[in-house]
Each structure stands twice: as structure tokens, then as C-alpha cells.
Nanobody, 115 residues
Framework: QVQLVESGGGLVQAGGSLRLSCAAS????????MGWFRQAPGKERERVAT???????NYLDSVKGRFTISRDNAKNTVYLQMNSLKPEDTAVYTC?????????WGKGTPVTVSS
């Protein structure tokens, strides 16, 4: 079965940085669109960033210029570098893999940004 395992979350002060990782047990990882989503308590889930097989990236407007998504196909891993963190970035961050109708989700890693 497919597993996506996130790591790197934690508590950080406003203005700080965190690097999230998602290790995927996917055959042909390189063909999947990979992404990071987040959900704060009482709020809807947001698409934070995605990266396609061709390297194309998309970002939530509120994180543009602060977050960078990247992938290492040799390691079956996708990363989210988060800089200049704000309290409103506080959420559970979840990794997603997608290829056509195939969609897989990780369990999430919490990120808390204190003011």
C-alpha cells in the first residue's frame, strides 16, 4: 500500500523557518504531482503548494515568496521550505500525491507559529 510520511513540523517563532519533508512509497514517484495542503482548526483546507512532474510549481497567494516546494525524485521525497513564518501559517500540513485519478494523502504534521 502507498504511504506518505511527513516530518519536520513543530513549534517556531514568527519570522522563523521550517523545512517539511514527505517520503513517499510510490512506484514511479517522478510521474506524480506532489503537493502540500494545510488545515487550521475551524478552517477549510488550503492548497499551499504543488509541483508537477515537469517541475511546474503553484503556490497559495499568501505564501508566495516565503515558501518553496521542491522534489528529489531519487529519494521519493517532496519538501516544503517555509521561511518568514507567520502565526496565520499555523496548521496541520499534509502531503498529497496525485496521478490522474490516483490520489494519496499523508497523515499530516503540525506546524505552530507563535507571535
Amino acid at each position: 500500500q502507498v504511504q506518505l510520511v511527513e516530518s519536520g513540523g513543530g513549534l517556531v517563532q514568527a519570522g522563523g523557518s521550517l523545512r517539511l519533508s514527505c517520503a513517499a512509497s510510490l512506484v514511479s514517484f517522478s510521474i506524480y504531482n506532489m503537493g502540500w495542503f494545510r488545515q487550521a482548526p475551524g478552517k477549510e483546507r488550503e492548497r499551499v503548494a504543488t509541483i508537477g512532474p515537469n517541475g511546474d510549481t503553484n503556490y497559495l497567494d499568501s505564501v508566495k515568496g516565503r515558501f518553496t516546494i521542491s522534489r528529489d525524485n531519487a529519494k521519493n521525497t517532496v519538501y516544503l521550505q517555509m521561511n518568514s513564518l507567520k502565526p496565520e501559517d499555523t496548521a496541520v500540513y499534509t502531503c498529497r500525491a496525485m496521478y490522474g485519478v490516483r490520489i494519496y494523502w499523508g497523515k499530516g504534521t503540525p506546524v505552530t507559529v507563535s507571535s
